[in-house]
């Protein structure tokens, strides 16, 4: 065995389309995701009578099951129901899981800021929800933007669950790969490069967020 | 759609609990235990910082961060010819887990204060009882709480294992689907029973923590 470059160039289009699809996934899933999650945070955060009993339990129990086991549950349950596509099925149990974990990080960090902001806000006469959009969800969203970026690489990564529900993205493209020309370390080495190009290229993006924000604070300081 | 009581009964008690948990446990120890063992020599070597090593350790859990733990489990399915699919994904889950436990235990060795080295290397005590005796007891303490989240994690990552074949929870679950053909119940049991184990297991994570945090800070915590 050894890495086969032959191979890899007879399936470059293969890979390079499973790598579409991976991107194309994580990206639409980390938007959702983080708006759901600062939604759902927020709605922690505030203690919203009633809702914040249901959304406390859903980002509890979200949480703490299997991301995989959440995909056969949605695709394999709701496609009795209603007919949906797979792909929407896919983004939505992304967006459920990864958005619970974003909303734990929100809440974190809305509870983090000073109780005296809020006051200041209300006594300049902003209301609940203006002092909420203006003045903390920016500010939470700026403190927890290191586990925000965390959370997209973990995104990034569990798009590869989807080649369970027939969605071909890059790890299904391998495990086709391999099973065609049984050449696991050409077929498996080269989808980690690409996963693990994908997640240095958030690392990276992670360090500029960081020099920008360290910059930013320094004005302010100064 | 259309389960009597005696099928519920059957799904979730003789199906689940009695053939899938068992293997499941099964599954959670022994990559546990994996996991700890790599986690604590990389731990060690890292916190100690000894060349070369330290360097290809940190590249190793940059990689298990960037790489998708199915993609992980699939290559190592391919490539290992001997070896029952338990073992296989015991070996990959461990490889895993090891890298972020390795992290934790290389952060609270770093955390302990440099002082107690110089203390007791001026005492002349050789480094490994300093390690063992007066440095390791501290970190296991220190990062008690982070370890129980990590369990967490692997917990919910055992479930992938069904997809290379081995017969845990999940697996139990899909089989099951082709007899009872109901997605919400099957399913549903599967989420409910990974979160009854998971969500103990936090709580004995807050618990610990809060004792942690009582023992660290001393009198200063009220």
Redesign the interface.
């Known amino acids: 065995m050894g890495f086969n470059w032959r191979i890899l160039a007879g399936t470059r289009d293969m890979y390079l389309d499973g790598l579409l699809v991976t991107i194309l996934y994580s990206i639409v899933a980390i938007i959702i995701a983080v708006l759901w999650g600062i939604l759902i945070g927020s709605i922690n955060f505030r203690r919203v009578k009633g809702l914040s009993l249901i959304t406390r339990a859903y980002t509890t129990f979200f949480r703490e099951t299997p991301l995989l086991v959440q995909i056969y549950f949605w695709f394999y349950g709701l496609s009795r129901i209603m007919p949906v596509s797979a792909s929407v099925i896919g983004v939505m149990a992304l967006v459920f899981n990864d958005g619970a974990f974003i909303a734990e990080i929100v809440r974190g960090g809305l509870q983090s800021i000073d109780r005296g902001q809020e006051e200041a806000a209300y006594s300049l006469g902003f209301s609940k929800s203006q002092t909420l959009f203006y003045f903390l969800i920016p500010q939470a969203v700026r403190k927890t933007q290191d586990s925000i970026m965390n959370m997209v690489s973990i995104i990034i990564k569990d798009t590869s669950l989807l080649m369970w529900i027939t969605i071909t993205e890059l790890t299904y493209v391998a495990h086709r790969v391999n099973s065609k020309f049984y050449q696991p370390i050409t077929a498996y080495l080269t989808a980690a490069a690409f996963y693990f190009t994908l997640f240095l290229i958030v690392q990276g993006i992670k360090k500029l967020m960081d020099r920008r924000a360290e910059k930013k604070n320094g004005l302010i300081a100064t | 759609?259309g389960l009597s009581l005696h099928d519920h009964f059957t799904i979730f008690f003789t199906i689940l609990i009695k053939s899938g948990l068992p293997l499941t446990l099964k599954l959670v120890l022994g990559s546990f235990l994996g996991a700890c063992a790599i986690g604590l020599a990389g731990g060690v070597i890292r916190g100690l910082k000894i060349p070369v090593l330290d360097q290809i350790l940190g590249l190793y859990a940059?990689?298990c961060?960037?790489?998708?733990?199915?993609?992980v489990l699939?290559?190592f399915y391919?490539?290992m010819v001997y070896g029952s699919t338990y073992s296989i994904s015991v070996l990959a889950i461990s490889v895993i887990q090891g890298a972020y436990m390795q992290e934790i235990i290389k952060g609270g060795i770093l955390s302990i204060d440099k002082g107690q080295w110089e203390a007791a290397r001026a005492m002349s005590l050789p480094v490994p009882v300093v390690l063992f005796r007066i440095v390791i007891p501290q970190v296991m303490l220190i990062a008690m709480p982070a370890l129980i989240g990590q369990v967490?994690l692997l917990i919910?990552?055992?479930?992938?294992a069904?997809?290379i074949g081995c017969l845990e929870l999940?697996k139990r679950?899909?089989i099951a689907?082709a007899r009872f053909s109901n997605?919400?119940v099957v399913?549903?049991y599967?989420?409910i029973i990974?979160?009854i184990l998971?969500?103990a297991l936090?709580m004995l994570g807050r618990r610990v923590e809060r004792k942690v945090t009582r023992k660290v800070m001393g009198d200063l915590y009220e």
Not at chain 2, 65 to 71: E, S
Not at chain 2, 156 to 160: A, D, E, I, L, Y
Request: hydrophobic share 50%; net charge positive; glycine share 10%.
């Open positions: 759609m940059q990689l961060r960037g790489i998708p733990d199915m993609l699939l290559f391919a490539v967490v919910k990552g055992t479930s992938v069904s997809t999940t679950g899909v689907m997605a919400l399913y549903g599967i989420l990974f979160f998971c969500h936090t």
